[in-house]
């Protein structure tokens, strides 16, 4: 086979022509920097090499970054295009981001390049699953497994096979993998043997917990046939296809190949030099200017040929490049991975093995645990269930029956509770907030928290000292987002995460809500009855005299004060803090006494 390249004519160069085409170049040198800038901003330079920007990429994606992962990416296919690991890497990336088309024309792409890679193998048999396509997922998985053992297909062998409704196995020899171990236990469930099943389900928990205790990243198994796995990673808005996936109109060579200069239209030049992937491989002076290529040499994968031709004075005159398709079968595998290599590959490794959903794991938890009769148990994994996915199918029927039972009515005030007082401070904790725990310790008394969850897992000694001081927490949300604003599964998992995380810490659960900026609506009253707790709003407003003056804020909340107030301050608020020992003294002298809202509200029913 030869390839013959046209080349640029020599009149059209000397013609003007150079300036021209030395201005093309520059243009495109500096249209090559400007886009280099932007994809090799995540690696922190350009002096990252390929191996550096892959590590780079997957740090990222561990942690569900896909549009930063696939800018790293990028950067490192632009240096090396025909190893297997990036596009693996970009498959899982894509896969995770919800494009799935292009993330299966990468995992091709990977096998094209190495036919023994069994990460990408187990990368299309993830995407046949997420597809329904059962037994085609059992097939890929089981030729990993055959492949490498070390891969782990197992469990994603013995999954697929489960959705199959052909999975009764139970193997406690194994320990480490989760896939297997919590196939182990729906199994053991289904016998009826509830507590081995529960333990490993409560070994497995806090392996799959995260920030707010929302899904895990990557790829896994939800448990529901309707919905084999979950796929968790910031959604991209559109996929990335890199060169080596439309490969259609390249030509494909193996072998050895002629590759031929084209002097028709530039008769002046006199040498003729070749290159492939900007690297001399030949030079002749003599007709019909040809080079003998041996592709062996190079890797399976898309390559760039370049032929330049010089006049008699070596002034380059002429210039062609072309891409084509180097395919030796079975004659040039990728290069043995080397230890750094393999390290990486365990890390790309981790995020893409299937492992149990954070949602199945306590769905099921919380089933083993009712049937012990532990629904405080239960009650604590239903919690991250709807957190980490409020449609798990029987999650919410179950929780709403288990849950508080309490007043469907808004809270303001409770003035049946005779002449008592509850302080609630809402947006904590944060590390001021100790300087109130100390003041709410000097002047004896005890409050609300409205606690977010973000912070608390910013500060969670600080909650632990909040509650240890006989202090009531209660809910403000994780996010502290606008209810109004948001959709029942998103005002769910606010609602949930910061009940998931606080109990987390305390142990302990919480009955009232109350919305940040008392912003909400009827899908959000609609949500909080379904779980039998209550909206909790105030009865005095401190926030427009927060940053002002002690005395204005100690005289606004004397003045206002009433039997069983609410009353809504933040901690910490300068002014607040200064103003508290003022407030609570002036009210106790008018015969007042100061309860958390629990307090208040049991105190109002029982008349005291």
Same mark, same amino acid.
């Given at each position: ?45 350009? !002096?990252? !090499? ?15 970054? %896909? ?18 690991? *990036?596009?693996? #890497?970009?498959?899982?990336? /894509? ?89 182990? *236990? ?49 959604? /991209?808005?559109?996929?990335?296809? !890199? ?17 031929? *200069? ?45 032929? %330049?031709?010089?006049? !008699? ?67 604590? #994994? ?5 957190? *980490? ?89 994780? @996010? ?64 427009? /005299? ?29 002014? %607040? ?9 002036? /009210? ?18 029982? @008349?005291?």
């Amino acid at each position: 086979m030869s390839i013959a390249c046209n080349l640029l004519p020599s009149s059209l160069l000397r013609a003007g022509g150079r300036k021209l085409l030395t201005r093309g170049i520059t243009a495109l040198v500096l249209g090559s920097i400007a886009l280099l800038a932007l994809s090799i901003a995540p690696c922190l330079g350009a !002096s990252k !090499s390929y191996a550096d920007c892959v590590l780079s990429a997957i740090a990222e994606l561990d942690e569900g970054k %896909t549009r930063e992962s696939l800018e790293i990416l990028k950067q490192a296919l632009e240096i090396n295009a025909n190893d297997s690991l *990036a596009h693996v #890497a970009l498959g899982l990336t /894509l896969l995770m981001g919800g494009q799935v088309a292009d993330a299966a024309a990468e995992f091709a792409v990977a096998r094209s390049l190495d036919g023994n890679c069994v990460e990408a193998i187990y990368g299309q048999g993830m995407i046949a699953l997420s597809k329904g396509r059962t037994a085609d997922a059992i097939s890929l998985f089981c030729e990993a497994e055959a492949k490498d053992s070390t891969l782990g297909a197992r469990g994603a062998i013995r999954y697929a096979r489960f959705l199959a409704n052909s999975d009764n196995e139970i193997d406690s020899s194994n320990t480490d993998d989760e896939a297997l171990l919590a196939l182990d *236990a729906v199994n053991l469930a289904k016998r009826g043997r509830w507590q081995e099943s529960l333990e490993i389900w409560q070994r497995l928990q806090p392996k799959a917990a995260r920030p707010g205790f929302g899904e895990r990243i990557g790829c896994s198994m939800s448990f529901i046939r309707s919905k084999s796995i979950y796929v968790t990673g910031w959604p /991209l808005k559109t996929g990335f296809r !890199s060169a080596l996936v439309d490969r259609s109109k390249l030509p494909t060579v193996s072998g050895k190949i002629v590759l031929r *200069a084209d002097l028709s239209k530039a008769r002046s030049v006199s040498i003729v030099s070749f290159f492939v992937d900007d690297k001399l491989v030949g030079v002749t002076n003599r007709q019909p200017f040809e080079y003998t290529w041996d592709t062996s040499y190079f890797a399976n994968g898309v390559h760039t040929v370049k032929i %330049t031709g010089a006049d !008699s004075t070596g002034l380059e005159v002429s210039r062609k490049t072309a891409q084509v398709i180097v395919n030796n079968v079975g004659a040039n595998p990728q290069p043995d991975r080397t230890v750094q290599d393999a390290a990486v590959w365990e890390k790309l490794r981790n995020i893409l093995r299937l492992k149990p959903s954070a949602a199945a794991i306590n769905y099921n938890l919380a089933q083993c645990a009712i049937r012990k009769g532990d629904n405080e148990t239960a009650v604590a #994994a239903l919690e991250r269930v709807m957190a *980490a996915d409020p449609d798990y199918p029987g999650a919410s029927d179950l929780l709403s029956k288990l849950y508080w039972k309490g007043d469907p009515t808004s809270l303001y005030g409770v003035a049946s509770a005779g002449k008592l007082i509850a302080l609630t401070f809402d947006d904590g904790p944060k590390p001021e907030t100790i300087s109130l725990l100390d003041a709410l310790k000097q002047i004896g008394i005890k409050a609300t928290f409205f606690v977010v969850g973000k912070q608390v897992e910013a500060y969670p000694q600080i909650l632990k000292r909040i509650d240890a001081e006989g202090h009531e927490i209660q809910n403000h949300t994780y @996010g502290h987002r606008a209810l109004e604003y948001l959709s029942e599964k998103e005002i769910e998992q606010e609602l949930f995460k910061c009940a998931a995380v606080v109990r987390s810490v305390t142990g302990k659960g919480m009955n009232m809500l109350r919305p940040p900026g008392a912003r909400h609506d009827r899908l959000v009253s609609e949500v909080i009855r379904r779980y039998g707790m209550r909206l909790v709003f105030w009865t005095t407003n401190c926030v427009s /005299l927060e940053g002002t003056e002690r005395e204005r804020m100690t005289n606004y909340v004397v003045s206002s004060a009433r039997p069983g107030a609410i009353v809504l301050m933040h901690n910490v608020d300068r002014v %607040t803090l200064g103003a508290l020992p003022a407030i609570v003294d002036a /009210l106790r002298r008018k015969g007042y006494s100061f309860v958390t809202l629990s307090e208040l509200v049991n105190r109002g029913k029982s @008349g005291a």
